[in-house]
């Protein structure tokens, strides 16, 4: 089965620094990659992602950018925020299984004011 | 307003007095699934299903069952819990498999 690799666990930045947050994937038959999001207390939600097809993505101050050789995606917050402050969580979704996601372990980034 | 619904919010047991946690959706998605979240280690799914009647083990299927006999609900059932089955859970549905998941605002479980 699809397993995804999460790093950092932990990442600590000033407000207005950038943050990147990698992932590696290990079935080649995994075709879109989601990020979330999870505030204290509530569910992720989802905030960008990307298909295989592409190999960048951008929504105002999040990009995800994909390599499909290397099987790795990121994503970059740029001019982070308080508010930006959560637990990150990225996935895969192969099509040869049951399509069902794969999460890595998560992130938490904490933005200092 | 599109969502996923999960009762109870929170809940406090005894170890083998069976419980159900329910998850109900209104966005006639036909994938929904179980996580369980523990610090560390993520969201590890538990059970899946991708129809009515359709339902396969994730990845830490072992003291949990589920039923999917509407396309709405998809009710995750402890039939003795255990201490390690303490956690956060979060029930998830999608369209289809290659979209996104929408996430329930999750159940935190305590069992002693």
């Known amino acids: 089965g699809e397993n995804v690799e999460q790093h950092p666990s932990t990442l600590s930045v000033q407000e207005g620094d950038s943050a990147v947050i990698k992932c590696t994937y290990s079935?080649?038959?995994?075709?879109?990659f989601p990020w979330y999001k999870q505030e204290l207390g509530k569910g992720p939600q989802l905030i960008i992602d990307?298909?295989?097809?592409?190999g960048e993505k951008k929504d105002q101050r999040i990009a995800v950018t994909l390599n499909k050789t290397a099987k790795h995606f990121s994503l970059h917050i740029t001019e982070t925020q308080p508010e930006d402050s959560a637990v990150y969580f990225c996935?895969?979704?192969?099509?040869?299984?049951?399509?069902?996601?794969?999460f890595g372990r998560g992130t938490s980034l904490i933005v200092h004011p | 307003e599109a969502q996923v619904t999960q009762n109870p919010r929170y809940l406090i047991t005894v170890t083998g007095k069976k419980l159900t946690v329910t998850c109900s959706q209104n966005?006639?998605?036909?994938?929904m699934s179980w996580y369980r979240q523990d610090p560390g280690l993520g969201l590890r799914q538990i059970y899946y299903?991708?129809?009515?009647?359709?339902?396969d083990k994730g990845d830490v299927p072992e003291g949990y069952k589920v039923s999917r006999k509407e396309k709405r609900n998809f009710p995750l059932i402890l039939e003795s819990p255990s201490p390690n089955q303490t956690s956060l859970y979060f029930c998830?549905?999608?369209?289809?498999?290659?979209?996104?998941?929408?996430f329930g605002q999750g159940t935190r479980l305590t069992v002693v």
């Open positions: 998830a549905s999608s369209s289809t498999g290659l979209t996104e998941a929408f």
């Open positions: 996935a895969a979704h192969s099509i040869g299984g049951s399509y069902i996601p794969t």
């Open positions: 990307i298909r295989s097809n592409v």
């Open positions: 299903s991708m129809n009515v009647e359709v339902t």
């Open positions: 966005m006639n998605h036909e994938y």
């Open positions: 079935d080649s038959a995994s075709n879109y």
